[in-house]
C-alpha cells in the first residue's frame, strides 16, 4: 500500500508554473528544491511542511499557514506573504527581496542572514524573530513590532521604519544607515557600536537606550527622548539634538563637534571627556 498522501503524487514532479493549490492541505508534505514559481497557495495549509531551497518566487501565498515551516534557503523572490500566519519559521539564508509580508506574523521566525532587501513588512509582527545579519536595505518596516527583535549586524540602511517598535530589541552594530526611523520605539534597545549616520530618529522614543561606540553623524535626532541613555564614546558630528530630551544621559568621551543642542535638556548628563567644538548649545536661562 502507498503512504503517499493525495497531494504527494502531484508534487512530486512539480515543474509547470502557476500550479493552484489554494486552500490545500499540504501540512508535513517534503517539497525540497521544488520548482514552484507563480504557484497559487493562497489560504493554504503549508505548517511543518519542508520546502528548503524551493523556488517560490513570485508566488501567492497571501493568508497562508507556515508555522513551523521549514523555508531555509528558499527563494521568496516577490512573493505575496500579505497576512500570512508564519509563527516559528525557519527562513534562514531565504532570498525574499521585494516580498510582500506587510501584516504577516512572524513572531519568533528565523531570518539569521536572510535577503530582505526593499520587502515590505509594514505592520508585521516580527517579535524575538532573529535578523541577525540580514539585509534589509531598503525595507519598510513601519508601524512593524520588532520588539526583542535579535538584528545584530543586520544591513537597515535607507530601511523605512516610522512608527516601528524595536524596544529592547538588539541591533548592536547594525548598519541603519540613512533608515527613517521617525516616531520608532525603540526604549531599552541595544544599539551599541550601530552605524546611524543620516538617521532620521525625530521625536524617537531612545530611552534608556545602550549607543555606546554608536556612530550618528549628521543624524537627525530633533526631539527625540534620549532620558537615561547610553552615548559613551559615541560620534555625534553635526548631529541635530534640537529639543531633545538628554536628561541623566551618560555622554563621557562622546564626540559631538558642530552638533546643534539647542533647546536640549541636558540635566544631569554627564558630558566628562566629550568633544563640543563646535557645538550650538542651549541658551543658559
Not at 543586520?154 to 529592547?168: E, F, H
Not at 550601530?194 to 522614543?205: E, K, M, V, W
Not at 544621559?249 to 546643534?260: K, M, R
Amino acid at each position: 500500500m502507498s503512504d503517499e498522501g493525495p497531494y504527494d503524487a502531484f508534487l512530486r514532479d512539480m515543474r509547470s508554473r502557476g500550479q493552484d493549490l489554494r486552500g490545500a492541505n499540504l501540512t508535513n508534505a517534503d517539497l525540497t528544491g521544488k520548482q514552484m514559481c507563480y504557484a497559487k497557495l493562497s489560504g493554504a495549509d503549508l505548517s511543518d511542511a519542508n520546502l528548503s531551497d524551493a523556488d517560490l518566487s513570485d508566488a501567492d501565498l497571501s493568508g497562508a499557514k507556515l508555522w513551523y515551516t521549514k523555508l531555509r534557503g528558499a527563494k521568496l523572490r516577490r512573493a505575496i506573504l500579505t497576512g500570512a500566519y508564519m509563527f516559528g519559521v525557519d527562513l534562514c539564508g531565504a532570498n525574499l527581496r521585494g516580498a510582500d509580508l506587510s501584516g504577516a506574523d512572524l513572531t519568533k521566525t528565523a531570518l539569521h542572514g536572510a535577503n530582505l532587501r526593499d520587502a515590505d513588512l509594514s505592520g508585521a509582527n516580527l517579535r524575538d524573530a532573529n535578523l541577525r545579519d540580514a539585509k534589509l536595505s531598503g525595507a519598510d518596516l513601519s508601524d512593524a513590532d520588532l520588539g526583542g527583535a535579535d538584528l545584530g549586524g543586520a544591513n537597515l540602511s535607507g530601511a523605512i521604519r516610522a512608527d516601528a517598535t524595536l524596544s529592547y530589541a538588539d541591533l548592536s552594530y547594525a548598519d541603519l544607515c540613512g533608515a527613517i526611523l521617525t516616531g520608532a520605539n525603540l526604549g531599552d534597545a541595544d544599539l551599541s557600536g550601530a552605524y546611524l549616520g543620516d538617521a532620521n530618529l525625530r521625536g524617537a522614543n531612545l530611552r534608556d537606550v545602550n549607543l555606546t561606540g554608536a556612530n550618528l553623524r549628521n543624524a537627525d535626532l530633533s526631539g527625540a527622548d534620549l532620558r537615561d541613555t547610553i552615548l559613551s564614546g559615541a560620534k555625534l558630528w553635526y548631529a541635530d539634538l534640537t529639543g531633545a530630551n538628554l536628561l541623566n544621559t551618560i555622554l563621557t568621551g562622546a564626540d559631538l563637534g558642530d552638533a546643534n543642542l539647542r533647546d536640549v535638556n541636558l540635566t544631569g548628563a554627564n558630558l566628562t571627556g566629550a568633544n563640543l567644538t563646535g557645538a550650538l548649545m542651549p541658551d543658559r536661562g
